[in-house]
Each structure stands twice: as C-alpha cells, then as structure tokens.
C-alpha cells in the first residue's frame, strides 16, 4: 500500500467544455486512447469502437518512452471492456504477457456540469494480485491529469478517428 494512496486507487477530474456525447466518442474508440495518451506508452491500436461489456482491443505499447522499465519495450496488452454506460462510464481491465492478469483497472466517468462535463479518471489497483501491488501505481496523478488536459482538447478540436 502506498502513503500517498492508500486505497490503492487515483482518481482525479478535470470539467471538459464539451458534451458528454463528444468525449464519449473519443473514449469508446481505441484510436482515442492513443491520441489522448500522455504517457506516450500507447503507440497504436487494433480493434473496432466500443460498445458493451466484454468487448475487446488490441494495443501495442513502448515501454520505453515511458521510462520505468529498462528491459521492457515494445509488446502488446489486450483491453477488455468491464463496465460501460454510454456517455457515463467507462472501465477495462489489460491482459498482457502476465498470467494471470495483474487485476487493475482504469476507467472514465462523465457528469454532465454547468460548462460542460466532469470527467474524472480512475486508475484503481486495490484487486491487484498482491505481488504486483508495489509497482503501482503506473502512472501517478499527474499523469492522469496530463491524459484529460489532452482529452479536453481532443473533444474541443473535433477529434477524429485514428488522427
């Protein structure tokens, strides 16, 4: 467990001046995950927009540019969809090379606001299998913030698929 996050979960908001409708689209499309990325670990995708729990996507990652891992570069983690309510929520878990999974989650959730919509994100490793937890989190709040300042702007500019 972590001082600074000691229920083994971030979550941090930003209200973006945009329709829950728009920013939805970017978040059920795999595309958006990459163009909103602040990361720079998600570098392309596979797989077809979202729309229901169990729905899956492939992305190809580069651990490298995110810098925490020396020995780990570029491989690929499966998404799959655990709760979605259109222009509400939206959660996944990742499969990658570790069986079994790591058991964390990542997730938006919307709420329409004078101005906008609050979107808070949500990196939640309290069901990590226990000798993962240390690593956590991935990316800290901070990094949260960066994705939904660039999310912001993706729903304000007009974000397209794959751009």
């Not at 971030?10 to 001046?17: C, D, H, P």
């Not at 945009?18 to 689209?25: G, M, N």
Request: hydrophobic fraction near 40%; proline fraction near 5%.
């Amino acid at each position: 467990m972590s001082e600074r996050y000691p229920d083994e979960r971030i979550e941090t908001s930003r209200v973006v001046k945009a329709s829950a409708d728009t920013i939805f689209a970017v978040l059920r499309d795999p595309w958006g995950h990459v163009a909103i990325d602040a990361s720079g670990m998600l570098q392309s995708v596979e797989g077809d927009l979202v729309a229901a729990v169990g729905d899956r996507f492939l992305v190809h990652m580069d651990r490298e540019s995110y810098g925490d891992i020396p020995d780990l570069k570029e491989y690929d983690v499966t998404v799959v969809i655990e709760e979605y309510e259109p222009d509400q929520l939206v959660t996944w878990s990742i499969i990658g090379r570790v069986r079994p999974p790591i058991g964390h989650r990542w997730g938006y959730r919307l709420e329409p606001v004078d101005g906008g919509t609050r979107v808070t994100s949500v990196l939640d490793w309290s069901h990590a299998r226990d000798e993962w937890k240390e690593r956590f989190p991935i990316v800290d709040e901070d990094g949260l913030k960066a994705t939904l300042g660039i999310l912001e702007r993706a729903a304000r500019l007009g974000y397209v698929r794959g751009s």
